[in-house]
């Protein structure tokens, strides 16, 4: 009877004990819980179990004490334990990280009811890593682990067109983001060169987080091709596209109004736009166009000048009427954004303005013809009037009759001397038969 007395007992100490070893399971070797958590903002841990009225919780992140809790009935074992507990839980404070000193903590109340869930307030970059929650009770110790990333999300993808740096690039920039993201470039439609981006990423001394510029060369003979920039962060939980287009020049004369065009992508519904000047300085507002309340705001400068048709937004089409332009004041680059959630599309289109000066400077060779037609009409006209007085004076004027001598004219007289033998003298009158005085005798 002994013997199965005692075989009895040995079977009852067994299933006791594999009881009892059921409800002090470990956890080292289970799956882990994936936390991200936002930069400056409450990071949540979780963190379940049996309460059972007496329980002891500590966090560790990395094997480096984050925070220890005690419940009401651990306390009054802990005075009872003297002064090496003490002086053990002193150890373990010295070792806890200094930057969670204030930071970390767990609900009481929530302890109580089996949540021992941590908060860490005001997360940051250095909170990211494998975290374990321990937890000791009457029934046992219960272990979970939590692996935490921490990121700050893109609110923004910026793009533009950069001439500072001697050529046309193509820069899209993001600020205030972590991890560093990953960043991949493409056109529509698609380019015959290669883009080869430079891409710069970085990291703020204080605070961690990043700052990231990309930029690629303008492709030239590519006359308005829209660039595309897609950044991604590293965790892959969100995704930003910006785009870029840069349209052909706009020009006209002062105070003739003119059209600058401005239209959204297909796959862009719904968008929040506004528009821009730039004139060698910071850009200046001009208008925003909400999509919600369907309404816009002006800035009190352009109010004269500009004009846009609300009703066409919704439809792709915020193209802006320049009106009454000025040659100082409105000459610069004309910027429409077109923004929604995680998609952004930027258009940019220089305009200029000429001077009434130069205006009518480049209509002048136009009239030259004019001012030839004239002169010519004037020669000939005068010409004609000169020919016409010439001809009629001719014609009213009769012909002087030629009047008959009244007066012997000088004629040389030859000397005898002079005369050629056998010529006839001009005054030798011939000799009809009387003697004249005046003629010499033969004797002579």
Same mark, same amino acid.
């Given at each position: 009877?002994?013997?199965?007395?005692?075989?009895?007992?040995?079977?009852?100490?067994?299933?006791?004990?594999?009881? &009892?070893?059921?409800?002090?399971?470990?956890?080292?070797?289970?799956?882990?819980?994936?936390?991200?958590?936002?930069?400056?903002?409450?990071?949540?841990?979780?963190? +379940?179990?049996?309460?059972?009225? *007496?329980?002891?919780?500590?966090?560790?992140?990395? @094997?480096?004490?984050?925070?220890?809790?005690?419940?009401?009935?651990?306390?009054?074992?802990?005075?009872?334990?003297?002064?090496?507990?003490?002086?053990? @839980?002193?150890?373990?404070?010295?070792?806890?990280?200094? *930057?969670?000193?204030?930071?970390? =903590?767990?609900?009481?109340?929530?302890?109580?009811?089996?949540?021992?869930?941590?908060?860490?307030?005001?997360?940051?970059?250095?909170?990211?890593? %494998?975290? %374990?929650?321990?937890?000791?009770? /009457?029934?046992?110790?219960?272990?979970?682990?939590?692996?935490?990333?921490?990121?700050?999300?893109?609110?923004?993808?910026?793009?533009?067109?950069?001439? /500072? =740096?001697?050529?046309?690039?193509?820069?899209?920039?993001?600020?205030?983001?972590?991890?560093?993201?990953?960043?991949?470039?493409?056109?529509?439609?698609?380019? =015959?060169?290669?883009?080869?981006?430079?891409?710069?990423?970085?990291?703020?001394?204080?605070?961690?987080?990043?700052?990231?510029?990309?930029?690629?060369?303008?492709?030239?003979? *590519?006359? @308005?091709?829209?660039?595309?920039?897609?950044?991604?962060?590293?965790?892959?939980?969100? +995704?930003?596209?910006?785009?870029?287009?840069?349209?052909?020049?706009?020009?006209?004369?002062?105070?003739?109004?003119?059209?600058?065009?401005? *239209?959204?992508?297909?796959?862009?519904?719904?968008?929040?736009?506004?528009?821009?000047?730039?004139?060698?300085?910071?850009?200046?507002?001009?208008?925003?166009?909400?999509?919600?309340?369907?309404?816009?705001? &002006?800035?009190?400068?352009?109010?004269?000048?500009?004009?846009?048709?609300?009703? %066409?937004?919704?439809?792709?089409?915020?193209? /802006? %009427?320049?009106?009454?332009?000025?040659?100082?004041?409105?000459?610069?680059?004309?910027?429409?954004?077109?923004?929604?959630?995680?998609?952004?599309?930027?258009?940019?289109?220089?305009?200029?303005?000429?001077?009434?000066?130069?205006?009518?400077?480049?209509?002048?060779?136009?009239?030259?013809?004019?001012?030839?037609?004239?002169?010519?009409?004037?020669?000939?006209?005068?010409?004609?009037?000169?020919?016409?007085?010439?001809?009629?004076?001719?014609?009213?004027?009769?012909?002087?009759?030629?009047?008959?001598?009244? @007066?012997?004219?000088?004629?040389?007289? =030859?000397?005898?001397?002079?005369?050629?033998?056998?010529?006839?003298?001009?005054?030798?009158?011939?000799?009809?038969?009387?003697?004249?005085?005046?003629?010499? +005798?033969?004797?002579?």
């Amino acid at each position: 009877m002994s013997l199965k007395r005692t075989g009895v007992w040995l079977l009852l100490f067994f299933f006791v004990g594999s009881a &009892m070893q059921d409800k002090t399971p470990e956890y080292h070797n289970c799956q882990d819980t994936h936390v991200t958590c936002v930069i400056a903002e409450d990071c949540i841990l979780p963190c +379940s179990f049996q309460p059972s009225g *007496h329980d002891a919780v500590r966090w560790f992140r990395q @094997e480096v004490a984050v925070l220890s809790f005690l419940s009401a009935g651990s306390e009054e074992e802990k005075e009872d334990d003297g002064e090496d507990k003490e002086e053990d @839980e002193g150890d373990e404070d010295e070792e806890r990280g200094q *930057h969670y000193d204030d930071r970390a =903590s767990v609900s009481p109340e929530q302890v109580a009811r089996g949540n021992a869930t941590l908060v860490l307030r005001e997360c940051g970059p250095k909170d990211r890593g %494998r975290y %374990r929650c321990h937890v000791t009770t /009457l029934a046992g110790v219960h272990e979970s682990h939590v692996l935490v990333k921490v990121e700050a999300p893109l609110h923004s993808l910026h793009m533009e067109l950069s001439r /500072l =740096s001697g050529f046309e690039e193509i820069k899209c920039s993001a600020r205030h983001v972590y991890p560093a993201p990953h960043v991949t470039w493409e056109t529509d439609p698609p380019a =015959s060169q290669l883009l080869r981006p430079i891409t710069r990423k970085l990291a703020d001394k204080q605070t961690g987080m990043y700052e990231v510029e990309s930029r690629v060369r303008r492709l030239r003979h *590519h006359p @308005e091709i829209t660039y595309i920039c897609k950044v991604t962060s590293s965790y892959g939980t969100q +995704s930003w596209t910006a785009s870029l287009r840069e349209r052909a020049e706009v020009s006209g004369p002062e105070g003739r109004d003119i059209s600058i065009p401005c *239209h959204a992508p297909d796959d862009l519904h719904d968008p929040f736009l506004s528009w821009t000047f730039t004139q060698g300085q910071d850009p200046a507002h001009i208008l925003t166009y909400d999509r919600q309340s369907r309404s816009s705001s &002006m800035s009190p400068l352009w109010e004269d000048h500009v004009q846009m048709d609300a009703y %066409r937004v919704p439809l792709g089409d915020g193209s /802006l %009427r320049l009106l009454d332009p000025d040659h100082q004041q409105h000459t610069g680059v004309y910027t429409c954004v077109y923004s929604a959630p995680y998609r952004t599309h930027t258009e940019e289109t220089e305009v200029t303005i000429s001077h009434v000066a130069d205006k009518r400077s480049s209509l002048e060779p136009s009239h030259w013809w004019i001012v030839a037609v004239v002169i010519t009409l004037l020669v000939i006209a005068l010409a004609a009037m000169l020919t016409y007085f010439k001809v009629k004076g001719s014609f009213s004027t009769p012909r002087k009759q030629p009047e008959p001598s009244t @007066e012997m004219h000088s004629v040389k007289v =030859s000397t005898p001397e002079e005369m050629i033998p056998g010529e006839r003298s001009p005054l030798t009158v011939p000799n009809y038969g009387g003697d004249t005085t005046d003629s010499p +005798s033969k004797d002579a």
